[in-house]
């Protein structure tokens, strides 16, 4: 995975241990036994094996390893895999992690009853090492092409993106949709080179990612449309406060992006107007929401045109609220990042 591995608050998860580079496998089992074996299994084969023997832990050790696949028991005494693949396919953190069942129960029904739920393979006990090994490594394989993220960010790409948003609206809920995006991206890969701009682009997914796990909401939902534009789905009551610390983030972030002579230019005296660099990136919020009050217009700081050759360039990111009409019942309002470009 590419998202960064952090110590998280969750209580009842297993003590962490030192980052290595191999493959984590979060391992769920009341059977101690089982656990034990598993772990032998899984060591041997190259991976570092996490073991839960609760189930009430597991999503907060899903959240707290950030594990590259979990293997899970469908029979947790008070609780039941089914309930456990829920939550963890209900948290933007965890959803993009592949699992796979490993219980007793052989029958076809059951076999296909999960896969369409939304297991990734299914395993049944007692198991053959090898076949155990090789059917994780292949979900890991598939995961990482195949699987509905980004390559590049390892967030939710755009069919998750869409489905997560028809969800919402099918289910008749109110959240805000808000749409970051790069200003000047081009010129700045133009003059640094794509592998820079990469870099850029996953300075932002990480800003994203952890300003959403610093306010986090069960119903805050990111993912990365492509190249530098990126999607967040939240409550429209935190849809401001989170635009404003990405902005503010992004904006600390972006001198280190530079090389020394077009950071020193950044280099004014404090309260000055900056003089930024032609390819200079400024990052751009769009917010579609919900509203019941009329029109709202805000900017965070300054911005930089979209049209590029209105208004000069300024040295802060921003972002706007959508003062469109709201969208009628069942429909979706798209942002304006997605459908007027050239709007400054």
Not at 11 to 24: M, V
């Amino acid at each position: 995975m590419n998202v960064a591995r952090k110590t998280g608050s969750e209580k009842d998860t297993p003590p962490r241990a030192p980052l290595t580079h191999r493959e984590i496998v979060l391992v769920v089992d009341d059977d101690e036994q089982m656990l034990r074996l598993v772990r032998r299994v899984l060591e041997r084969a190259g991976f570092e094996c996490v073991p839960v023997d609760n189930g009430h832990s597991a999503h907060g050790a899903a959240v707290e390893w950030r594990p590259d696949i979990i293997l899970l028991d469908l029979m947790l005494g008070d609780t039941t895999g089914d309930q456990i693949l829920a939550q963890i396919r209900g948290d933007f953190r965890t959803r993009l992690i592949p699992i796979v069942f490993l219980t007793v129960r052989s029958s076809l029904k059951d076999k296909v009853e999960h896969l369409l739920a939304g297991a990734d393979d299914y395993v049944t006990k007692p198991f053959i090492p090898e076949e155990l090994v090789a059917r994780l490594r292949a979900v890991m394989n598939r995961s990482t092409t195949t699987r509905d993220l980004n390559p590049l960010t390892g967030m939710s790409g755009n069919s998750d993106i869409l489905r997560e948003m028809a969800l919402r609206l099918a289910n008749g809920e109110r959240f805000a949709c808000l749409y970051p995006d790069i200003d000047a991206f081009k010129s700045y890969n133009d003059h640094y080179g794509f592998l820079r701009g990469d870099d850029v682009i996953k300075t932002l997914a990480t800003i994203i990612l952890e300003v959403l796990e610093t306010n986090y909401s069960p119903r805050h939902f990111a993912g990365h449309v492509g190249g530098d534009d990126f999607v967040i789905l939240t409550d429209p009551g935190m849809a401001e406060a989170i635009a404003n610390e990405i902005t503010k983030r992004f904006d600390d972030a972006m001198p280190a992006l530079y090389d020394a002579p077009d950071r020193a230019r950044l280099d004014r005296v404090p309260g000055a107007q900056r003089e930024q660099p032609a390819h200079a990136p400024g990052l751009g919020f769009d917010r579609d929401r919900d509203r019941g009050t009329g029109p709202v217009h805000e900017r965070g700081g300054a911005c930089f045109p979209r049209c590029g050759g209105k208004g000069g360039r300024q040295a802060h990111a921003r972002f706007e609220v959508d003062p469109g009409p709201p969208p009628a019942a069942g429909k979706v309002q798209l942002i304006n990042g997605l459908t007027d470009t050239t709007r400054c």
